[in-house]
């Protein structure tokens, strides 16, 4: 969702306590959700290239959703913090980029919500189907990306002759071309459904169907397995599993479904009234706000429970942090071993500092 330029015109008439409080918000919480979001996708991305991602459905979908969102930061966000800290719209300094970046966030935020649901469907499929790793290849899974890529590019593709510069009272700025109002007010609505609501139907679908198969896998465990304690090990995976899927599609619904709400209203009501106006831009920041956080933490909800990105996020840090030895005549060299196979052994020899300049024969 982007904001929309009728509303900017007018931002600048606006003085009061509500409008004021608007602009802090963007101000003090974008740099902060841009930072951390940028941060955190740089250090999922590297953790997903040294494990392989291309390797693994899950990684080859979680790194494509990281680079996306790591995207909407910098083409959406980047852009809201300059027009509110220093009045300058990005998009009016060319109609390239005026049509290129309303294409680029409405087109990266829908890929997000899909890519979600592709992720979705392939933890159902693995939940499901004993023939997971022949139905679910590599091959299927870029196919996948590649169709939704291609449906969403050209479901969007009309942005580049809708919108661009245009003159009002004797100022050039960019909005959408004339005689496509009509059209731009009705893709609001079908960007709601394509964005969200659709988006988190079948997610949430799929998750009741997944709860459904781990509650019988677990009580049939509970019945077959022999020892207490692996069944409550087995049991704490599966908790795991289930609070994932609800927190993601849950705050999945809760970032999006307001801002799309709040951009439908706005087409509605008459935003001349400065109070209305004060009490939307009040509102609308908090929501944009809360919509880009999703894509500040999105890929954190599902790499916290992988443990092998959890281990290369720390093998980062250690790598990054500086080594300090303690005296001694002897000190320990750890080589680990390749990661083509994904182990975690590593092999530890001791070597001596001390060289000798006499051997006894």
């Known amino acids: 969702m982007d904001k929309n330029n009728s509303t900017i015109q007018i931002a600048f008439i606006c003085e009061n306590d509500l409008c004021k409080a608007a602009n802090y918000v963007w101000m003090i919480i974008s740099p902060v959700l841009l930072v951390f979001g940028l ?13 392989r991602s291309h390797t693994s459905p899950l990684s080859l ?35 390239a980029g005026c049509k290129l970046l309303h294409f680029l966030v409405y087109f990266s935020m829908q890929f997000s919500s899909w890519i979600l649901v592709c992720v979705t469907i392939e933890r159902f499929l693995k939940c499901r189907c004993i023939v997971y790793s022949s139905m679910v290849t590599i091959r299927r899974c870029k196919l996948a990306i590649g169709v939704v890529f291609l449906v969403l590019g050209s479901l969007n593709s009309h942005y580049f002759w809708t919108h661009g510069f245009i003159t009002t009272q004797n100022k050039t700025t960019c909005g959408v071309q004339p005689g496509y109002e009509t059209f731009d ?7 709601l459904f394509i964005l969200c609501v659709v988006p988190f139907i079948i997610m949430m679908t799929l998750d009741f169907f997944i709860l459904r198969i781990l509650k019988a896998a677990r009580l049939f465990r509970q019945a077959s397995v022999a020892t207490s304690q692996m069944y409550n090990k087995l049991k ?12 993601t599609n849950l705050y999945f619904l809760f970032s999006t479904l307001p801002v799309s709400i709040i951009f439908i209203l706005k087409s509605y009501l008459n935003s001349q009234s400065e109070t209305l106006y004060s009490v939307l831009s009040l509102i609308g920041s908090i929501v ?12 954190i909800f599902y790499t916290v429970y992988d443990k092998r990105i959890r281990r290369h996020i720390k093998q980062i840090f250690r790598i990054a ?9 002897q000190y320990t060299v750890r080589s680990s071993s390749s990661e083509m196979s994904e182990g975690i052994s590593t092999v530890t020899s001791q070597v001596s500092i ?4 006499q051997i006894d024969q």
Not at 40 to 46: P, V
Not at 236 to 241: G, I, N, S, T
Not at 288 to 299: D, F, K, P
């Open 39 to 51: 941060f955190g996708g740089f250090l999922i991305a590297t953790a997903l290239i040294r494990i």
């Open 61 to 95: 979908f979680l790194f494509i959703l990281t680079i996306t969102d790591v995207s909407i930061l910098c083409v959406g966000l980047v852009r809201l913090w300059i027009l509110e800290t220093w009045e300058l719209d990005i998009r009016d300094l060319s109609n």
């Open 185 to 191: 007010e009705w893709y609001i609505k079908v960007d």
């Open 236 to 247: 704490k995976v599966d908790q795991r599993l289930t609070k994932m899927l609800l927190i």
């Open 288 to 299: 944009y706000t809360l919509q880009y956080s999703n894509y500040s933490v999105n890929c």
């Open 321 to 329: 942090k500086p080594r300090l030895r303690s005296p001694g005549s």
């Open 354 to 357: 001390r060289t000798f300049s």
